[in-house]
């Protein structure tokens, strides 16, 4: 139902961003190279990176701070990179916000109106609207630096998103808030992104923050695209090495595919040729130098007697409760270690013997590069 | 934060080595020099002979008129191109550190060498005229030195060097995001100019203005080294010194200095006046 | 057009979107701007070619044999610079300004630091009045005390001695090495100095143990700032300094001033004089205070 409402609300306004090829260059450093990405209309995209990855670059070409060396941004098919940034009717929060701290918050917040030169009582019930939808009510007159980080968040908010911009850019919105704050205003952009149903670009380096906000997540790494999907994709099938770490994997093995048997591969170890059972997929095959990754919650400690593949002796070498399960830290005799997370508290002693259990259907097969 | 103790009676004790030589040396002689322009020379009693003096003799009171007319010019010159060098490479912009630094050079230099480099560049034989004959701009070299002219490019020159370096200070502090806030919602480069970044900066310029201001009015050595000190560039400070070092009448020649600080004031005054009609508070972000 | 209307009448945010299908630049803009980029590189230009002219210009005329309506002198000579050295005696006068800016430097650190320390370190009433009191001397124009203190000095017989130019240069130099020491000493934890008490220092051993290393590299470089001030301090010197005892620059201005016969070279030559060292020491300057700068930001 309310589906079909939003896409009748939404017929003149929605914009689809394409990136071809973009590369940005600052002297001989490059900050992004080669991007291509397609960021349908009404997407909540998330550029996902460690700091100096090059998303903020990316943000500020589309914004139009910096020009692309090579390569082209198009609205709606149309090419802006030479259009001024003033004319692409973006709607942009700044990690500090960029507040006018000699306007008040009506001010600020009319400020991209009284460049559309709206007139004055469609411009105050604009204003209105927005300070509403944003709970900023009784607040207009209030200069910035009476606000609290999380109003003055707000506030930049709003000023983004009421002159009814094409794209809302956020670049890291969020950074600034104290941990419950930013739970809330998660669930508030949440929000006003199904509300608006605008096209948005986000930009941070908090996993959690993208796989909750997002509808599709791009994942960055010294300035080239790792990965695009869904959130949930992102998080179960991470490509390579740099995302699957990136998104909170561990316990990774470097090695090769050795031999298939039975819809399993054999993985070998590079270093100390361990030999492991995995499930296959369709992306790999034989002979591929790739990464095994396991999550700690994934691996099993088994005390008792067991035999099959997969099964590593090892020693318990610390533990480390962490209130609903406990992390143990388990030292082969080659000095090889995993990282295993157990429900309970501390089921297992330090210096105990175990074996630990490696399910082939629960492993990972990720590229290296 | 709170660190900071109050202070203890004998704390203030560690004032003394520095608070007395000011005394002796600053407070005792401004209040004194005061005293002195309600004297004459020679006798104790009070009168109101100097300024009654100064007012009425065109010799002294033309000084005020030929100091603004040289001082108000200038300054308002050197803040257009002050402003205009410095605003144009805020921000990061190649070659900044260099137009930056040499734009403030001059400051280093001091106002005698500045004096010297003026007649030497501007002399009718200088590069400045030569270059301008040979290229076919004029026919007779301009008469640049030891004129109203001369003291004038002296002033602008060591003006322009002392904004520039506040004026530096002052763009740095301006979050860029605020200009980027201001254009990607809609506004031009020069709405984005007049309703944030002027508004921001806008006390702070004026209060590099006064300064530099009160600052020319004390012009010397540029008045009598390329100026006319015996005309065009009779300022203040070029007639306190010739009551002072050639007819010792320190009492005249302090009314003079009176005069001069009064004017500074006033000037003060109206600059501050202009400034308290805007924005006046931080320009930076907020967090 | 009609769900867009209903849609508005609800009061909901998505109002309909007149046309913006396509965006374009306002060319008025693109002149515009391109116009102010013009017009700064010709003032950014023309005011550097002057700068650099003129002192260009001084250095070429100090070491030029002739220069009269070419573009350059004729050939380059040492001469005029000796000269000028040796005519005006310039050594000698350097050696007696180095002297006393010297000597007035470390007297006003010596009776600045104390007070600078109870002002980072201590709250009472109107200590800001005060530092406001600290700042007057060189923000007021030194014209209204330097009369009155020239004609202090010749009563009492200090006026063309070392003493005296040494004690006038206080004037500048003690209120000026408050104001810059001040931020270097506000930097400093206090909790050292807490922590050596608590192990038994005395207030003396406090200061000399734990502040003094711990401000050194400030005070080095206010040192070296407060120096530069005082080598150019110019009209208080002027009125009390004699034939004898005048400081580099006050000599310099008062061949300038008085320069109808002289040779051009010959000025030249003096000024730069005085150019040079002001350029070593601001060279100096920059210098320690990027080394400290490196030091405090580790």
């Given amino acids: 139902m309310i ?52 998303k903020t670059t990316i943000l500020s070409m589309i914004l139009g701070i910096l020009e692309p060396t090579s390569g082209e941004i198009a609205f709606n098919g149309q090419p802006i990179n030479h259009i001024d940034m003033s004319k692409r009717d973006i709607g942009m929060v700044f990690q500090n916000y960029a507040l006018f701290p000699h306007m008040t918050v009506f001010q600020n917040i009319a400020f991209g109106l009284d460049m559309r030169k709206v007139e004055k009582e469609e411009k105050k019930k604009r204003v209105r609207e927005v300070i509403k939808m944003v709970q900023l009510d009784g607040l207009e007159d209030r200069f910035i630096k009476d ?101 909170g994997y561990g316990n990774f093995l470097k090695g090769k595919l050795v031999d298939e048997k039975n819809g399993q591969f054999i993985f070998e170890t590079t270093k100390d040729s361990l030999r492991l059972t995995v499930n296959r997929d369709n992306k790999h095959q034989v002979g591929d130098q790739v990464f095994l990754t396991i999550k700690p919650e994934m691996l099993e400690i088994v005390t008792g007697e067991k035999t099959g593949v997969n099964l590593l002796d090892g020693e318990i070498v610390t533990s480390d409760y962490i209130g609903s399960a406990t992390g143990y830290e388990v030292q ?35 590229d290296e590069e | ?112 060498i500045i004096d010297m480099g003026i007649i030497s560049f501007f002399k009718p034989t200088g590069w400045f005229n030569t270059v301008l004959i040979n290229i076919g701009l004029i026919d007779e070299p301009f008469k640049l030195v030891y004129n109203y002219w001369g003291t004038f490019l002296a002033l602008i020159i060591l003006g322009v060097a002392f904004m520039a370096s506040n004026f530096v200070g002052i763009m740095d502090y301006i979050d860029p995001n605020l200009e980027q806030a201001a254009r990607s919602l809609g506004a031009s480069r020069w709405i984005t100019f007049k309703r944030v970044y002027f508004p921001l900066i806008r006390s702070n310029v004026l209060t590099v203005f006064a300064l530099n201001l009160i600052m020319q009015i004390g012009v010397y050595s540029s008045a009598v080294i390329v100026g006319n000190p015996a005309s065009e560039t009779r300022t203040f400070v070029v007639v306190a010194f010739e009551e002072a070092m050639r007819n010792f009448n320190y009492n005249m020649a302090n009314t003079v200095a009176i005069v001069m600080g009064i004017t500074q004031i006033v000037i003060l005054g109206i600059v501050f006046a202009i400034r308290k009609r805007g924005y006046i508070g931080s320009a930076s972000t907020f967090k | ?31 515009f701007y391109r116009g102010y980029q013009t017009v700064s590189w010709i003032l950014i230009i023309a005011f550097l070619a002057v700068v650099l002219g003129m002192t260009v210009s001084v250095i070429l005329n100090a070491f030029g044999e002739e220069w009269y309506g070419t573009f350059l002198p004729q050939g380059f000579t040492l001469e005029w610079f000796i000269n000028a050295w040796n005519a005006y005696e310039v050594g ?30 201590r709250n009472f009433p109107f200590k800001q009045a005060l530092i406001s009191f600290f700042q007057l001397p060189f923000t007021l124009p030194d014209l209204l005390y330097a009369i009155p203190v020239a004609s202090i000095f010749y009563s009492i017989g ?82 009390i300094s004699g034939p004898k005892t005048q400081t580099l620059n006050v000599m310099v201005f008062s061949v300038l001033q008085g320069s109808g016969s002289q040779p051009p070279a010959m000025l030249n030559s003096l000024a730069l004089t005085l150019m040079i060292p002001l350029l070593f020491f601001s060279f100096i300057s920059l210098w320690v205070s990027s080394y400290t700068q490196r030091r405090l930001g580790k």
Wanted: glycine share 6%; net charge positive.
């Fill in chain 3, 92 to 121: 000698e006068y350097f050696k007696i300004t180095m002297q006393i800016v010297f000597i007035a430097t470390v007297i006003s650190l010596i009776l600045s630091i104390p007070s600078v320390y109870i002002l980072a370190r």
């Fill in chain 3, 1 to 31: 057009m009609k769900t867009k209307k209903t849609v508005s009448e609800n009061g909901n945010y998505h109002a309909p979107v007149q046309g913006k299908t396509f965006i374009k630049n306002s060319i008025k803009e693109i002149v």
């Fill in chain 1, 147 to 247: 606000l609290s980080g999380g109003q003055q968040q707000r506030v930049a908010l709003a000023r983004a998103i009421v002159i009814r911009p094409r794209i809302l850019l956020l670049d890291e919105p969020l950074s600034n808030l104290d941990a419950k704050l930013r739970k809330e205003m998660r669930t508030q952009l949440k929000k006003l992104h199904r509300e608006l149903d605008i096209t948005t670009i986000y930009v941070t380096h908090d996993q959690e923050e993208a796989l909750s906000l997002s509808t599709k997540i791009t994942v960055m790494s010294k300035g080239v695209i790792q990965q695009i999907g869904a959130p949930e994709e992102i998080f179960r099938r991470p490509r390579n090495y740099f995302v699957a770490n990136f998104i």
């Fill in chain 2, 1 to 112: 934060m709170n660190r900071v103790v109050f202070a203890r009676k004998r704390d203030y004790l560690f004032f003394l080595p520095s608070l007395v030589p000011l005394l002796l040396l600053f407070v005792y002689p401004l209040l004194k020099g005061l005293v002195m322009t309600f004297q004459e020379t020679g006798s104790s009693g009070l009168t109101l002979h100097n300024y009654i003096e100064f007012f009425t003799n065109p010799r002294y009171y033309d000084t005020i008129f030929r100091t603004l007319y040289l001082v108000i010019p200038a300054t308002i010159i050197e803040l257009i191109i002050a402003f205009g060098i410095t605003y144009f490479i805020r921000g990061k912009m190649r070659g900044k550190g260099i137009i930056a630094g040499l734009t403030i050079f001059p400051l280093t230099l001091g106002s005698i």
């Fill in chain 3, 158 to 239: 200090l006026a063309e001695t070392m003493t005296g130019l040494i004690i006038v240069n206080l004037i500048v130099g003690v209120p000026f090495s408050v104001f810059i020491l001040l931020p270097y000493m506000e930097s400093i934890d206090p909790r050292l100095e807490y922590a050596a008490e608590s192990l038994g220092a005395t207030k003396f051993q406090l200061f000399r143990r734990i502040i003094i290393p711990q401000i050194v590299p400030g005070i080095t470089a206010s040192a070296i700032n407060i120096f530069i001030r005082m080598f150019n301090t110019f009209t208080i010197i002027l009125l």
């Fill in chain 1, 3 to 54: 589906q079909v409402e939003r896409k009748k609300i939404f017929t003149g306004n929605s914009t689809r961003v394409e990136l071809k090829n973009l590369t940005k260059k600052f002297g001989s450093t490059t900050a992004v190279e080669n991007a291509s990405l397609e960021i349908d209309s009404g997407e909540f995209m998330t550029l996902l990176g460690p700091s100096g990855c090059g």
């Fill in chain 1, 332 to 366: 082969m005799e080659n000095g090889r270690t995993f990282q295993v997370n157990v429900p309970g508290l501390n089921p297992y002693a330090v210096g105990q013997k175990v074996k630990l259990y490696l399910d082939p259907a629960k492993i990972l097969i990720v």
